[in-house]
């Protein structure tokens, strides 16, 4: 799977739960949506197609928004539980696909 398959899945994924996803769910993957597009654009013009480039780059841009404060405390936990999450189900679903 290279990066934009990746994108692709989670961004659909992300899509494909809007109408029963709860209210964190909404905020976590609108607020995911941002660094996932960003990280990708950032691994492309670096010339790193790896999944695990893409990965590596959201969990540092996470990790900088935690820093300059952009998320609480409980948002924090579900931002990063949601992420773990959404790239586990991408992840098997990719495998289950190849």
Not at 35 to 47: D, K, R, W
Request: hydrophobic letters at 40%; proline letters at 0%; charged letters at 25%.
């Amino acid at each position: 799977m290279n990066i934009f398959e990746f994108e692709r899945l989670l961004l659909a994924e992300i899509d494909g739960n809007i109408a029963t996803a709860t209210d964190d769910q909404l905020f976590a993957g609108g607020y995911l949506r941002g660094h996932i597009t960003l990280s990708v654009a950032q691994s492309e013009i670096a010339g790193r197609n790896h999944v695990r480039d893409v990965k590596a780059r959201v969990n540092t841009s996470l990790n900088q928004a935690i820093l300059s404060g952009e998320l609480n405390d409980d948002d924090q936990k579900l931002v990063l539980s949601f992420w773990s999450e959404l790239v586990k189900k991408v992840e098997q679903t990719a495998t289950t696909i190849e």
